[in-house]
């Protein structure tokens, strides 16, 4: 069977498993784009699970594109405290001044010249806000389509998410935002990454080529992955009279304009008396940090740092969560 005959009959088996398995999550069953534009930003490298209070919070703080432009970048990095990535929240603020004045753009070009909107995003909104059959292709559905065409494509080459945009546009039916997502959701659900998918309770158990042949371990087909790098820092968490010192990071570099707890220059103990210490791991995409914390009653208020109270931490500065393990030192 042609890969466009297969997809054919796979469609109307997607939307009629979608429309029952479906999970209820609170970015469902709404077509301002706004909203959709915000959850899809949260979701582009951040777990559902982990979204669903995020975007709450973020709607009530700012419930419109004119709310967002209208508040300071501090506040915006403080309400995406703890969700990573923040380049995100920036573009979402730079985008939301464009909105704010020329309203939500109605087509896709428009949409995908947002700042921080790529491709699968844009494709994903236009879908589920205006209906237009714009595919988003991710990771997930490349998963999915190349294990349901037992394709050998590459899916990590330059043009292969164009290859299976094609394809999808050419069957994409009239119920495009249900489409769109029910791809997401098969990927999410049933047709799992690694592990086991879920063949027996897939509707496309049928036909998909991959299980039929007994080799759905084989899609997809991936490059090597460059190996990741390892960093060594030690962390000073430095109190002083109930204030602890923090440090804007400057650059354009990972996590830049955030604050973190200072990366020690020399030796811990010449900061002061060391309370406490403990080791402490966060992974990047392409960088570990492996980290030795110390708490440490530091010894005068070195004037290189911004000192703050454990309750302004907390509703002021940004702390990105690679330095969560730290935080339970604050009083
Ligand atoms: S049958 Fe199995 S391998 Fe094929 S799409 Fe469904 S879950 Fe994935």
């Not at 915006?76 to 004045?101: C, P, T």
């Not at 500065?317 to 730290?326: E, H, M, R």
Request: proline share 5%.
């Amino acid at each position: 069977m042609e890969q466009l005959e297969l997809l054919q009959r796979a469609v109307p088996l997607l939307l009629e498993w979608y429309r029952v398995s479906r999970r209820t999550l609170p970015w469902r069953g709404t077509h301002d784009p706004y909203k959709i534009w915000v959850s899809e930003i949260m979701l582009q490298q951040t777990r559902v699970e982990t979204v669903k209070d995020y975007y709450l919070r973020f709607l009530q703080r700012f419930p419109t594109a004119q709310a967002l432009a209208a508040a300071e970048e501090g506040e915006v990095l403080k309400a995406w405290e703890g969700l990573g990535y923040y380049s995100r929240a920036r573009n979402l603020h730079r985008a939301a001044k464009i909105i704010a004045a020329e309203g939500f753009p109605a087509t896709y070009e428009g949409v995908r010249a947002l700042p921080g909107v790529g491709d699968y995003t844009a494709g994903a909104i236009c879908s589920i806000a205006y209906e237009r059959p714009c595919p988003a292709v991710d990771g997930n559905v490349l998963r999915i389509l190349t294990r349901l065409l037992a394709d050998d494509t590459n899916i990590d080459l330059l043009g292969t998410k164009e290859k299976f945009s094609s394809l999808l546009r050419a069957v994409y039916p009239q119920e495009a935002g249900e489409f769109c997502q029910a791809l997401m959701e098969l990927g999410a659900l049933v047709c799992l990454p690694g592990g086991e998918p879920q063949c027996l309770v897939c509707p496309w158990r049928e036909l998909c080529l991959a299980r039929l042949r007994g080799e759905w371990e084989r899609y997809p087909v991936r490059a090597e992955k460059r190996a990741r790098k390892s960093e060594e820092h030690v962390v000073l968490v430095l109190r002083f009279e109930g204030e602890y010192a923090l440090l804007k990071r400057e650059g354009k570099g990972l996590l830049s304009g955030l604050w973190q707890f200072p990366f020690a220059e020399r030796a811990p103990e010449t900061y002061g008396k060391i309370l406490k210490s403990k080791r402490a791991v966060h992974i990047f995409t392409h960088v570990e940090w492996h980290m030795t914390g110390f708490l440490v009653e530091a010894k005068e208020k070195f004037s290189q740092y911004t000192w703050a109270s454990a309750a302004e931490i907390g509703e002021k500065y940004a702390l990105p969560s690679a330095f969560k393990a730290f935080r339970s030192w604050l009083e």
